[in-house]
């Protein structure tokens, strides 16, 4: 039991620096195991995967020839008549459109779902970052608590101090008061936080694709990242691995392949065939005796009405016009987007600092003179819970910076395609 106020003194100052020590940082390998789980589970990324197989399986329909036709005729009355077969011909016949019409339209398909295979990896993407910013948020509000309970027992052991010093009547009971509402005031930030870690702890679930109410695994602390990229790189990366920016490539690409389709279409076609008739069928007075008869057939096909033709080049020359109008304004707004995230990791950045480095030691020191100043009877009890405040304010806003910074980089990673889909993961989504 604490007898004196010297005792009183050197517990108080012991307590704050436990409660104030940042906490040793883990790797936090959980957060992996929740993005693969997103990956395989997540119902839209599947859709859309599901979707890029479907477009997928037109290419062997538009690539192949068109079906072969058989026609059969029976001859009603023929001049002479010897058996009932004998009075049918059957031909068949085969079309061909004019040379590489095939190769350019499986071509346009295979990018229409080379597109849709952008718009999938630029959803997990997005799927991932999402599950990243959610799991920082939690961390976050798990923080605030942690660090609010700590402040309660701060005050707990304050107000056992006042209390010591009011019986003794070094202190009025205003100082116990005065403890006992800022306890209070804590207790109910501490239930308002609480309460705001429920949704987010649905919607990250709903991001997996779980119940509502499944338990998520987290480690005390949070990994604190830092980009490993230069900022002109992830610009440049951007540019060239961002799934929006693939997309809109490959749908171009499928509208010049139209425009090339549009125009081969408007070249002839060709058929060829065969037909058998029977005697009886070709029977001619001329020419009696005569067996069955082989006639090779060849068919021109002639596109003299030519608006239709025209009207697909033309739907596709806009396509194309269309389709870099929007890349160049997605690519303008993709950059604006890495930029301004790269300007609030650098704001973190300087955050961070200003209050690990600067502020909180300097809060920290002033608030254990004040301490031991109380203790004494020598310190002011304004000065003690302002101090007590402002501490608790910077420790707050410096976690709430590392969150910002981690989520600055996960919508950086998002953007430059960090988590692109490899050749493995789609195997692992074609086995589903």
Do not use: C
Not at 185 to 210: A, D, W
Not at 313 to 328: D, G
């Amino acid at each position: 039991m604490i007898t004196s106020k010297k005792e009183y003194r050197v517990f108080s100052l012991l307590l704050l620096i436990v409660i104030f020590t940042m906490p040793v940082l883990a790797r936090d390998t959980q957060l992996s195991e929740y993005l693969e789980m997103a990956a395989q589970n997540n119902p839209e990324i599947q859709g859309l995967f599901y979707e890029y197989r479907s477009i997928l399986e037109q290419v062997p329909q538009v690539g192949t020839l068109p079906d072969p036709e058989v026609m059969f005729m029976y001859f009603v009355n023929p001049q002479t008549y010897s058996h009932p077969l004998s009075r049918i011909t059957a031909s068949l016949s085969q079309s061909f459109p004019w040379f590489g019409s095939l190769g350019k339209a499986e071509k346009r398909v295979q990018n229409l779902a080379e597109a849709r295979l952008a718009d999938f990896i630029n959803a997990r993407n997005e799927v991932f970052r999402d599950v990243k910013e959610i799991w920082f948020r939690m961390h976050e509000t798990r923080h605030h608590v942690s660090i609010l309970r700590e402040n309660l027992e701060l005050l707990s052991m304050l107000e056992s101090t006042a209390l010591t010093l009011y019986e003794t009547g070094q202190s009025g009971q205003v100082d116990v008061i005065r403890l006992q509402m800022e306890s209070d005031k804590i207790e109910t930030r501490i239930e308002q936080m609480t309460g705001n870690l429920e949704p987010l702890q649905v919607e990250f679930n709903m991001l997996l694709n779980r119940g509502p109410d499944e338990k998520i695994n987290m480690a005390a602390s949070m990994e604190h990242k830092t980009l490993t990229i230069a900022p002109d790189e992830i610009l440049q990366r951007i540019q060239e691995q961002n799934p929006r920016i693939s997309r809109l490539d490959h749908q171009r690409q499928a509208s010049r392949y139209a425009l090339e389709e549009a125009r081969l279409k408007g070249r002839p076609s060709f058929g060829v065939g065969v037909e058998v008739m029977s005697p009886d069928y070709m029977y001619m007075p001329m020419m009696p005796g005569e067996g069955y008869g082989v006639v090779a057939k060849v068919s021109v096909r002639v596109p003299l009405y030519r608006s239709r033709y025209k009207g697909q080049k033309q739907e596709a020359r806009l396509a194309i016009r269309s389709i870099e109008k929007q890349k160049t304004e997605t690519a303008n707004r993709l950059l604006a987007d890495a930029k301004k995230h790269l300007q609030e990791y650098r704001d973190a950045q300087h955050r961070i600092s200003l209050y690990e480095d600067k502020l909180i030691p300097k809060t920290r020191q002033a608030l254990e003179i004040s301490v031991e100043a109380y203790t004494t009877e020598t310190g002011m009890f304004e000065e003690l819970i302002q101090l007590q405040q402002q501490i608790l304010d910077y420790e707050m806003l410096l976690n709430t910076a590392y969150v910002q910074k981690n989520i600055a980089i996960a919508r950086l990673e998002s953007l430059y395609g960090m988590y692109n889909v490899t050749t493995e993961q789609i195997e692992f989504y074609n086995s589903q």
